[in-house]
């Protein structure tokens, strides 16, 4: 079969496009009807559009074209990687026992090709089995929830995807146990990785997803992922986006949730390190009584960039939503957050809120805020606010008066900052596990891990400050 | 001598406050420093404690031996000097607990031990809570957030008593209080005093020096100690206000 990687000089776009006609058999080798039809399309939307450019309203701040303007390697079949891939993936958070979704280069690892039935009826695998596995579930919601038409990524990702993760709540289960995603470029030529998750949640029924994005070498990738998730009504749903790749990484991340009735859903997307990241989160609250969380941590430096776009969409009553992102930006690092709040003319009662705070620690670091609120309902409550500032003199001197180190009075302020973000983790051992590599950030000493993101080099040494931040 | 200040000027962005100062503090003293609002009482502490924008451009301040200007805050502090602070500042999300056991621990370290034992570390601030009378749930909040303006000066000296220094500026810890806290407070700075070390008291009223009763009363007046006396020259002041010392003050000068 075909496998060949691509030829160097032609531009990623095009070598995308040259694949689809060339290979598209392979392309849709797993696919049902409806799956192939919506390929079809979104490459017809693709053909139009292209990639995004920083000449498009939303993307200009975020110069893509850097990324999109390079050479990648873009794969259709798995292959083999060198490594010991059982022990890449081991995951040694202590007391945080998870069900591990393993992807090497944009492939799931199967080891059992099909799908893992847990004995509570939860199902999770690979989506390029699922399709044909579970066609009533893909024909109800999967490209139904995230539209191609969004932007070139979200259409090149439909057109061509060939893997991701599967996963299916059955109405009233609860999940024990959170799923895990971990995924890993390991390979030497730059890679252009394309995965599609898509999840579903039935009624009365309840998931926590971990989600880590990691790099596990320093070459170049771009990685262009979309989720799709639907949370059914009375559903509750948790998704921690982990994203810690090398300083060439480039990652463009969309998340879509369509929430039904008295659902309620909290994201926390954690940036610890990547050269270009574009997060994508977009929620339509599309049932009474629903609530979103939406929440980000983000702490650049160097020459990184992060630019996180929510888009909330209030489009039923009573529905509440609370968005709070928060950076430390260093050096040159650049971040850009736009929040979009629409609310529908019938979606009375609606409370929004947003918020956005920034501390840049030098002058030559950037942040570019804006909200967006479109409000069509009369009777709503909505905020916003966005801070932008350094850290506090009057403060640092208060601690420095007390005999502390400049750098670690600079460490407590930054931590404390970012402290009101990181104690919205409900999951106990991964809210400690975070709060150690947060630490490790701030203090310069977390580095692209050799193995997944959450071993932080020893896992048995919990991290401290000369402090115990643990409750005393 | 444990603090000495030779002719020390002080401006901040260029407007000289202090001019030409001289003060000198033994071990086991304590003295007041009064004066008229905007006389440099507070710039006197920031230049003491080494706060950044206060320029010194002529003198000297010697503690322990050492000439301390351009030493910054923090070793200053592991030296020994205290300021309780006149404004104290509100750390949202750094608590008490983690605050105070980063400080200790800076100075053990600085002093070469080895940190403290966290259950030394609790006993400590059960001990100096109950000395100053805090309520145990204000060390579980961020440092000085939402605490009232009492509260607040409660906590410097719970922090004073902490770190034990051997110099400790109180600079207007009185003011604000009722007069149950003022006690508390007198307490507290009486608990900790002893022969080997001092306190450079600022205030504006007398009824502070009953408790802590001061060996020396300097009054500070545009930028200079203009006059020193014993524990009287606060009643004195109190009854005839600073009218009769600027007068004195001005006369000299125009000699
Ligand atoms: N950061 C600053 N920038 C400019 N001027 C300042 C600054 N800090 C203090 N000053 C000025 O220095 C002078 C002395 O101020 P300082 O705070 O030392 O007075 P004080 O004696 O402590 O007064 P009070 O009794 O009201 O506390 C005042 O005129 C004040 O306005
Ligand atoms: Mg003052």
Redesign the pocket.
């Known amino acids: 079969m075909n496998n060949s990687p691509s030829v160097q000089e032609i531009s990623l776009d095009e070598m995308l496009v040259n694949q689809f006609d060339a290979h598209f058999e392979l392309v849709s080798a797993n696919d049902i009807p409806s799956v192939t039809a919506l390929r079809k399309l979104a490459m017809q939307q693709f053909l139009l559009t292209g990639f995004p450019t920083s000449s498009d309203e939303k993307w200009r701040h975020t110069e893509i074209e850097a990324l999109t303007d390079e050479s990648f390697n873009y794969f259709l079949e798995p292959y083999k990687s060198e490594r010991d891939i059982e022990d890449m993936f081991r995951c040694e958070v202590h007391n945080f026992d998870t069900e591990i979704i393993s992807m090497l280069n944009g492939w799931l690892l199967d080891k059992k090709s099909g799908f893992t039935t847990l004995p509570n009826g939860i199902v999770y695998g690979s989506l390029r089995y699922a399709w044909k596995h579970f066609p009533e579930i893909i024909n109800q919601h999967y490209g139904k929830i995230a539209d191609y038409q969004t932007n070139g990524f979200v259409s090149i990702n439909t057109a061509m995807v060939q893997d991701g993760v599967f996963i299916y709540v059955p109405d009233g289960v609860e999940a024990e146990k959170t799923i895990q995603i971990i995924k890993m470029i390991d390979r030497r030529e730059s890679l252009f990785v394309q995965s599609r998750n898509l999840i579903v949640l039935g009624k009365n029924s309840k998931l926590s997803l971990m989600h880590c994005d990691d790099s596990i070498n320093h070459f170049m990738s771009l990685i262009n992922t979309v989720t799709e998730v639907y949370v059914g009504e009375n559903a509750h749903f948790e998704l921690y986006k982990l994203q810690n790749l090398n300083d060439k990484s480039g990652l463009i991340n969309s998340t879509f949730i369509r929430q039904e009735a008295n659902s309620t859903i909290k994201t926390n997307t954690l940036t610890f390190n990547c050269g270009m990241i574009r997060n994508n989160i977009s929620v339509d609250l599309r049932g009474e009584n629903a609530h979103a969380d939406v929440l980000g941590l983000y702490l650049m430096d160097k020459k990184q960039h992060i630019d996180n776009q929510v888009y909330i969409s209030h489009n039923a009553p009573h529905c509440t939503s609370n968005e709070k992102f928060k950076g430390i930006l260093d050096d040159e690092a650049s971040a850009v957050f736009n929040g979009y709040i629409h609310v529908a003319r019938n979606a009375q009662k609606t409370n929004a809120y947003q918020n956005n705070n920034n501390i840049l620690l030098k002058p030559t670091a950037t942040i570019n805020t804006m909200p967006f609120l479109e409000i069509y309902a009369d009777d709503v409550k909505c905020s916003h606010g966005a801070t932008i500032g350094q850290l506090d003199q009057e403060a640092m001197f208060y601690l420095r008066s007390r005999g502390i180190s400049s750098s670690n009075a600079r460490l407590l302020l930054m931590y404390a900052f970012a402290a009101d973000i990181i104690n919205q983790i409900s999951i106990e051992p991964l809210r400690k596990r975070i709060d150690d590599m947060v630490k490790k950030r701030l203090r310069g000493e977390l580095s692209v891990c050799e193995k997944c993101v959450l071993h932080c080099g020893m896992p048995e040494k919990e991290y401290h400050f000369d402090i115990d931040l643990s409750k005393l | 001598m444990l603090l000495n200040i030779k002719n020390l000027h002080v401006a901040?962005?260029g407007?000289e406050?202090i001019k030409g100062l001289n003060l000198g503090v033994n071990q086991g003293e304590v003295h007041a420093i009064m004066?008229?609002?905007?006389?440099?009482?507070?710039?006197?502490a920031a230049a003491i404690t080494g706060r950044e924008?206060y320029e010194i451009t002529q003198g000297e301040i010697w503690f322990k031996g050492k000439n301390i200007i351009g030493m910054p805050a923090e070793v200053r502090a592991n030296e020994g000097i205290f300021l309780s602070f006149?404004y104290p500042v509100e750390i949202p999300g750094v608590s008490m607990t983690n605050f105070m056991r980063t400080a200790l621990n800076a100075k053990r370290e600085y002093k070469g031990l080895p940190s403290i034992p966290a259950g030394e570390f609790l006993k400590m601030m059960e001990e100096k809570k109950n000395l100053v009378e805090i309520q145990s749930k204000l060390t579980n909040r961020s440092v000085n957030e939402g605490f009232s303006g009492g509260e607040k000066k409660k906590n410097e000296i719970f922090q004073m008593a902490m770190l034990q220094p051997s110099l400790a500026i109180l600079?207007?810890t009185d003011s604000g209080l009722d007069i149950d806290a003022l006690k508390v407070v007198a307490k507290g700075v009486n608990e900790l005093r002893s022969e080997d070390n001092a306190f450079i008291v600022?205030t504006?009223y007398q009824r502070l020096l009953d408790f802590i009763v001061p060996d020396f009363v300097h009054v500070?007046f545009d930028g200079k100690i203009v006059k020193t006396g014993g524990k009287n020259l606060a009643l004195e002041l109190e009854e005839k206000g600073y009218e009769w010392i600027k007068d004195q003050y001005l006369a000299n000068s125009e000699v």
């Open positions: 901040i962005n407007k406050i004066g008229p609002n905007g006389t440099g009482k507070s710039t006197l924008g006149q600079d207007e600022i504006h500070l």
